[in-house]
């Protein structure tokens, strides 16, 4: 069985300004920062220990990365897999902005099973999930009976529980995971199981 701690990004510009951002490079915050060193923190204590670090390669997931590297004395593994859904044109909007600049499209969008859904100049839903899906597997392939955490995005690892549990595909936007949060998936060739959901207990610890 492999462990997989599913982290999502510290806090990041585009978070605090309400915007999408998709493959952008917007950096963490100031409390993004404080997120990462307290997952960091969090971390170093955990027995059996994290073995293998891997990151997205947008720069947000790479600085919440960062600090957990430096704790764990890892190498991030960067995982062209991991990026966040490309949102193309919405890119830089708010929802605001998306609703009224592009409201077929808004609407369409609202529709969260129709996996054909497109950003216009960016990715298709389903391909998405596909990219995200391939990337998990393949580090689960890698890493059997290995502690594991992959920091990414909040779309990603969505995406990615959505993966691991088919049956809750039509649900796949409720997982609620916030910036900072932390969520353990065991996975094996017998199934997987979901352990713990969006945990954020460490981020009070500075």
Not at 36 to 61: C, D, K
Request: proline letters at 5%.
């Amino acid at each position: 069985m492999t462990d997989l701690l599913l982290i999502r990004h510290g806090q990041a510009i585009h978070n605090l300004e309400g915007r999408w951002e998709g493959w952008g490079e917007t950096p963490l915050t100031e409390e993004g920062k404080r997120q990462a060193e307290a997952l960091a923190n969090r971390m170093s204590s955990w027995l059996p220990p994290v073995g293998i670090l891997y990151t997205s390669p947008l720069r947000r997931a790479r600085q919440t990365a960062e600090p957990i590297a430096r704790r764990l004395d890892l190498t991030p593994v960067v995982c062209d897999d991991l990026r966040e859904i490309d949102f193309g044109q919405v890119s830089g909007l708010t929802l605001d902005g998306f609703r009224e600049s592009m409201p077929e499209l808004h609407a369409r969008w609202q529709d969260r099973s129709d996996l054909t859904f497109r950003f216009p100049d960016g990715e298709q839903r389903l391909a998405f999930f596909q990219r995200v899906g391939r990337g998990l597997d393949a580090i689960s392939s890698r890493h059997p009976e290995a502690r594991v955490a992959v920091v990414a995005h909040g779309g990603t690892l969505r995406a990615g529980l959505a993966h691991l549990f088919p049956d809750t595909m039509s649900n796949w936007w409720d997982y609620a995971l916030d910036n900072g949060s932390l969520t353990q998936v065991r996975t094996g060739r017998l199934g997987h199981a979901l352990l713990v959901l969006n945990d954020c207990l460490h981020i009070g610890d500075t």
